[in-house]
């Protein structure tokens, strides 16, 4: 059974611009949730989808967006990007979202704004 | 709000040591709690949970038991090996959200030597 995925594994982008991250969760998984990892705040919750729908935001500006699709794959936007947003961001997935469950994470985006 | 507090690393030890990770938790409702490892260059993975007072989560000789009256659910392991080193995290979920939202320590860095 395949993994989470997240492509691409590494990103360079210049301030201002735009980012688009995707995340494929496993076969049957219809959560999908995304977290921030860096060196000064830790990991930080961006959101969760399921089925579709966002279930759960986390404390990030609006620039910081995401949706998922029909066959439960899942892309994160980050717009007019600004330094702080380097990180390295986690796709995890579950079979459906429940507080008690496992968490699979992929192995991240490394992102990196100049 | 929700937090979780683990005791600040890097943490050395020699290969077949004692091992402690201290972590203590706030939280409004009732948590589930979480110990993930991630290892360097991979996505995390869950080691061990425990959803209730007093349960014991244990996976690869690591265990960790939810205490209620003081807050904590401190990780150990009798006899650590090489194959341990790795960033380890405590976490929680809240369960009276019914959503999937965890909230990390700052993590452990545990490096262990032959």
């Known amino acids: 059974k395949a993994g989470v995925t997240q492509t691409p594994r590494y990103l360079i982008k210049t301030r201002g611009q735009q980012v688009t991250l995707s995340c494929s969760p496993i076969?049957?998984?219809?959560?999908v949730s995304w977290y921030q990892q860096t060196p000064g705040q830790g990991l930080q919750f961006l959101f969760e989808y399921f089925s579709e729908t966002q279930r759960n935001k986390g404390n990030f500006p609006g620039r910081f967006s995401g949706r998922q699709f029909s066959n439960s794959r899942s892309e994160m936007n980050v717009s007019t990007l600004e330094l702080g947003d380097s990180a390295l961001y986690l796709c995890?997935?579950?079979?459906?979202?429940?507080?008690?469950?496992?968490?699979?994470f992929g192995s991240g985006t490394q992102l990196s704004v100049l | 709000g929700d937090s979780v507090t683990q005791m600040e690393g890097p943490v050395t030890l020699s290969e077949e040591a004692f091992l402690t990770i201290n972590c203590t938790y706030t939280a409004t409702g009732y948590p589930s709690l979480f110990w993930y490892v991630q290892y360097p260059g991979e996505g995390l993975q869950l080691l061990l949970k425990a959803t209730k007072a007093d349960d014991k989560g244990s996976n690869k000789g690591f265990e960790a038991t939810y205490r209620k009256e003081t807050t904590s659910f401190h990780l150990e392991k009798g006899s650590v090996q090489v194959s341990d080193s790795a960033v380890y995290f405590c976490?929680?979920?809240?369960?009276?959200?019914?959503?999937?939202?965890?909230?990390f320590g700052q993590g452990t860095r545990l490096t262990i030597n032959p």
């Open positions: 976490a929680l979920n809240r369960q009276d959200q019914g959503a999937q939202k965890l909230v």
């Open positions: 995890a997935s579950s079979l459906r979202g429940g507080p008690n469950e496992k968490l699979f």
């Open positions: 076969s049957g998984h219809r959560s």
